[in-house]
């Protein structure tokens, strides 16, 4: 078998996570393109039509690396549970086949065990080297998370618009280029400190805003349209539960399910698959914590969110909290969108306002 | 006189208002956009400036507001003191003549939106996001068909005894379903109500589902001059519609309120000298990294006024290259 050449399915940020994930255990790595209308386009075109959105871009980000010489593609399924996102793998591996690729594409269940013993399988690193490359992907994801987090209480508070997401651009440039863990440290120092610099006004009081739904748009700026950032820059302080670690603490601890469970039964009983229940628990979770808005993100065609949407309109109906729904896809035009924001974030201010007297 | 001039401009329609400080409408204009917005504004403008000019009126434009789905493009051509989304805009614009409105219906020519208002504030709202069936554009496209003058097309529903049922979920499907019922001998005024009751009844199915509809309801936009319509959305509702005067035009008096409440110590309007202008907007995609950006460049006498549509601020900031030198 000739060298495996590696890429994977791009989501957001962790991509780069991802990234050296796979080249600490020594894979040689060429990583998806960053998603843009072009390889969108070029993803919806192969895809099958009524397919989920991600699916579309997953394959898009492909393209470019594929076209550059990977050979291998490692893709998880089974990620959100019990939607279409199972399917990602063997259908991608079809599409990808019809379209004359012959590629060794390797679906990951996401057991850890599982996850551990193909990538070990494939790249044939020692279980120290896996353990360390383990080790120093977290470290990247949870600074990936805490940084983005950290940006969402800025970019309303900041003085000189624009600082945060400069630096939000530099961080994650130099992590990218990052490869060795010795630096990390060094790195995560820089940009803290960086961070303190920016010059915030700490007594405003803000109106805070939710992002609810599906984890992978919600969390990949691109796709959706760069929601945080645009509601950020309007004044409303952002927040989202919805994240990676999020998901993989739910992988290692089930039990949370059965707790989210417990908070909704007066509004859905039983899974949806994907993450439809804890977009209904954490809907419930910010009404109780007085937020001023929330912001359902969906791909188009979602099963889970689709399903739980009318429940999230009812709670909204209750509560008097102001609800966006935003449905996601390569036919959407940012105009459309960027009118619905705008909007919302009036209806948000008066929600405030209202609060406030 | 301070004055303040609200411009609504939408898919199908273009809409001038000036008011004055009592927010009396001083002047207002509905006129077809034509597929050029550009124009559709400068044009609007030169005959606002001869409406001032024949009815002598002492004018000066304390601010302007912009609104509509080109509201930026003609923020920047007109140099609008507020760019202000559509839904806003209406609720306001419709606030200062009913105050104690509950929902406001909107179908213009490709949108169609539900407001939900509580003391004089949108409090909720919701706009089609995939689907056109039922907005002014539709119906426009099938009055041509049926040759019948899209003025006449209200009246022509409302002399109907009998209207039959079209499905409306899809324009596609709904047109073919009309073609299928011509075909089958139904009389054109039958069809053509039960086309306004189908498109009434998609709206309140899709873009109103789920909302606290409450009395008073108003309908506004350039589908509320169809009577068919509203007798359709009554009949639907089972309530009164009320359509107030200056139904189509209340985005831009809105846009107009909401600029003269806050007003700017000095406006940015560029003045009525922009309707001989040569303006031209171009795009390109920026290379500088992975998202491609399209930027779109706004010239007027071939200098560069505006740009937008980046997403990192490089183009939009002003003092930059040339985009021809790329």
């Known amino acids: ?357 | 006189m301070k004055t303040y001039l609200g411009i609504d401009v939408g898919s199908i329609s273009t809409k001038f208002v000036l008011i004055d400080e009592r927010n009396q409408i001083l002047f207002s204009l509905y006129r077809r956009t034509e597929g050029n917005p550009i124009k559709a504004v400068q044009e609007g403008l030169r005959e606002v400036k001869n409406h001032i000019k024949n009815h002598s009126i002492n004018v000066d434009i304390g601010g302007v507001g912009t609104t509509g789905s080109a509201r930026h493009l003609a923020g920047v051509i007109t140099g609008a003191d507020l760019i202000k989304n559509e839904i806003t805009t209406h609720a306001k614009g419709t606030c200062f003549f009913i105050p104690n409105v509950k929902t406001i219906i909107e179908i213009g020519g490709q949108d169609s939106k539900i407001i939900i208002l509580e003391n004089k504030v949108a409090v909720d709202f919701a706009m089609n996001l995939i689907c056109a069936a039922g907005t002014g554009s539709f119906l426009d496209a099938q009055a041509f068909r049926l040759k019948i003058p899209i003025e006449k097309f209200g009246e022509l529903a409302l002399s109907s005894k009998n209207p039959t049922n079209i499905g409306s979920r899809c324009t596609v499907f709904c047109e073919s379903d009309m073609i299928h019922k011509q075909q089958m001998g139904h009389k054109i005024e039958d069809i053509v109500a039960g086309l306004c009751q189908g498109l009434a009844r998609n709206f309140l199915a899709s873009v109103a589902k789920g909302k606290n509809i409450q009395k008073p309801i108003v309908f506004l936009g350039g589908v509320s001059e169809n009577v068919g319509m509203r007798k359709a959305f009554e009949d639907a509702l089972e309530q009164k519609i009320i359509v107030p005067k200056y139904n189509t035009i209340l985005g831009a008096f809105g846009a107009a309120v909401l600029i003269k409440e806050n007003p700017p110590q000095k406006t940015k309007f560029l003045g009525f000298g922009i309707s001989d202008k040569d303006i031209k907007c171009t795009s390109f995609h920026c290379k500088g990294c992975p998202n491609q950006c399209e930027v779109i460049e706004a010239r007027i006498d071939g200098k560069v006024v505006a740009r937008w549509g980046d997403r990192c601020g490089k183009w939009s900031g002003l003092n930059i290259i040339d985009s021809n030198e790329i």
């Open chain 1, 1 to 357: 078998m000739e060298k495996p050449i590696v890429t994977f399915a791009g989501w957001g940020n962790y991509t780069i996570a991802f990234k050296s994930l796979l080249e600490g255990v020594g894979l040689e790595v060429i990583p998806p393109a960053k998603t843009n209308s072009k390889t969108i386009a070029e993803g919806a075109k192969m895809a099958p039509e009524m397919f989920c959105f991600p699916m579309k871009v997953t394959i898009g980000n492909y393209m470019p690396a594929l076209r550059k010489g990977a050979n291998t593609i490692f893709m998880t399924e089974n990620v959100g549970g019990s939607c279409r996102q199972r399917y990602y793998g063997a259908i991608q591996e079809k599409v990808l086949k019809d379209n004359g690729w012959e590629i060794n594409f390797v679906n990951l269940k996401v057991s850890p065990r599982q996850l551990y013993s193909k990538i070990k399988e494939i790249s044939k690193a020692s279980f120290w080297q896996m353990l360390r490359a383990i080790r120093f992907f977290f470290k990247k994801l949870i600074l990936i998370e805490r940084i983005e987090k950290m940006a969402q209480y800025y970019r309303p508070r900041e003085v000189e618009k624009g600082t945060t997401d400069k630096l939000l651009f530099w961080f994650f440039l130099k992590l990218e280029e990052l490869n060795k863990e010795k630096y990390f440290s060094g790195l995560k120092k820089e940009v803290l400190k960086r961070f303190s610099r920016i010059k915030i006004d700490k007594n405003k009081v803000l109106p805070k805003v939710a992002l609810i739904g599906e984890i992978y748009t919600v969390t990949d700026s691109t796709i959706n349209f760069e929601v945080e950032k645009k509601l950020g820059n309007e004044g409303m302080e952002v927040h989202r539960e919805m994240e990676l670690s999020y998901h993989l603490k739910k992988v290692i601890f089930p039990w949370k399910d059965w707790l989210i469970q417990r908070k909704i039964n007066p509004y859905l009983k039983s899974t949806v698959g994907g993450h439809g229940r804890d977009a209904v628990y954490e809907m419930l979770h910010y009404v109780k914590k007085d937020f001023n808005g929330v912001v359902h993100l969906l791909p188009f065609g979602c099963m889970p969110e689709v399903t739980v949407r009318p429940i999230l309109e009812k709670i909204h109906q209750e509560s008097g909290i102001p609800f966006l729904s935003l449905s996601l896809d390569e036919q959407v035009a940012e105009a459309g969108i960027n009118t619905r924001i705008e909007a919302f974030v009036d209806v948000v201010i008066n929600h405030f306002k209202n609060k406030k007297t």
